[in-house]
């Protein structure tokens, strides 16, 4: 048994050794990246080496109090497939969290450790595992988002996505776009602040909806502004707390010629992979649903109009017979250079052109609100 620990805390040095080097080559180059982007979160390490399967988030926020940058590090452990001792894991995990203080030359205080496992009920953003509340504000390409590095398995930021929030912001001058699953509404401000005429941010979670009015503060939006609806007065930004899916297919089969804002130039759906929540009517599971969902949402854009459908699930089969658009995989284009994870997520552009003889381009109608 001695003989196992002994083997166990080599193997365990070695691990720390390899890691701190790899850190160290990804933080020189990623560094760098970083600031010629104007990036202020990104991906560190993405389990690299197949004996360390730890994801390490870099958070950089300008403390004005100290006048200087703060780094915070948010580690997550992926769920090994084998069984293993609790404490040796802790063990285990204290020492790579050490590794990353070394090489980022921060405080333990800075780091927060969680554990990711193979979700198994409602979508992991809705559970909160903390209530301390360790909020921080980062930038990102221009604008600021708020990050809870300590309640919940994910912060309020996906990474992932900062390539298509970016692709968004600068297709959406003077439209209409829709924002479903929006969590704490990041794309929503990207698109208010790339001149959208309306965004409208769908989610079944009050604190998330409350997130995201803090994040459209933080840019300088204004939330009460209103925008012309066809003669009416309506509200320019909207945060609607409603399950995704009963809203796109109420709106999907809404009358255009009695409900407002109903039709839209560009949504946005990057659903979770499953969700049982007991708020919602019927069990999620994207894999079954997805067809249902992304044809509700072809329905509801405008001639002409743009779905970005985005999914995590590795077991999704796409099928283009299944949708009534023209569907492109711009998957490539989307997975930002701090991913080494290529398949960290897929991604697909649908458009409509269900334009008939007679009916105006998308840029000349008026916009049409849903209730």
């Known amino acids: 048994m001695e003989n196992d620990t002994v083997s166990l805390e080599q193997a365990t040095d070695r691990q720390s050794i390899d890691f701190a080097n790899r850190l160290t080559k990804r933080y020189k180059h990623l560094r760098k990246w970083a600031k010629r982007t104007d990036v202020h979160a990104f991906r560190l390490y993405d389990k690299d080496i197949p004996e360390i399967p730890l994801a390490v988030d870099i958070y950089q926020t300008f403390q004005a109090d100290k006048d200087q940058t703060e780094i915070f590090a948010h580690i997550a452990l992926y769920e090994r497939p084998y069984e293993k001792d609790s404490q040796l894991e ?21 780091v927060f450790i969680k554990q990711r496992k193979k979700q198994r009920g409602e979508a992991s953003q809705y559970e909160k595992i903390s209530a ?7 930038a990102e390409q221009g ?9 919940y398995l994910d912060t309020g930021l996906f990474f992932d996505h900062r390539p298509l929030r970016l692709k968004v912001k600068g297709e959406c001058q003077g439209k209409h776009v829709l924002n479903l699953f929006c969590y704490t509404g990041a794309f929503s401000v990207y698109a208010a602040k790339g001149g959208a005429a309306s965004v409208d941010s769908v989610d079944l979670s009050h604190t998330y909806l409350e997130w995201a009015k803090e994040n459209f503060g933080l840019n300088g939006i204004d939330i009460r502004q209103s925008a012309d609806c066809g003669g009416r007065t309506v509200d320019k930004y909207r945060f609607i707390q409603e399950d995704a899916v009963k809203f796109i297919k109420s709106a999907a089969g809404a ?17 979770p992979t499953f969700s049982n929540s007991k708020r919602l009517k019927n069990v999620f599971d994207i894999n079954r649903d997805w067809p249902e969902i992304v044809n509700a949402a ?8 743009v779905l970005y459908f985005s999914t995590n699930s590795a077991k999704l089969k796409m099928n283009t017979s299944l949708v009534s658009g023209v569907v492109t995989d711009i998957t490539d284009s989307t997975i930002p250079e701090d991913f080494r994870n290529r398949h960290i997520h897929r991604c697909w552009q649908i458009q409509n052109f269900q334009e008939t003889a007679g009916k105006p381009r998308p840029e000349e109608q008026q916009p049409v609100v849903y209730y």
């Not at 039709?263 to 946005?268: A, L, N, P, T, V």
């Not at 072809?298 to 109009?305: C, E, I, T, V």
């Open 132 to 138: 301390s509340k360790h909020c921080i504000t980062v």
């Open 255 to 271: 009358d255009t010629s009695k409900a407002l804002r109903c039709r839209w130039d560009i949504i946005i759906l990057d659903p």
């Open 143 to 151: 604008l600021k988002f708020i990050v809870n590095l300590s309640d």
């Open 90 to 110: 802790e063990a285990w995990l204290n020492t790579m969290a050490d590794t990353v203080c070394t090489v980022l030359a921060i405080p333990k205080s800075n």
């Open 298 to 305: 072809l329905k509801a854009l405008n001639p002409g109009g």
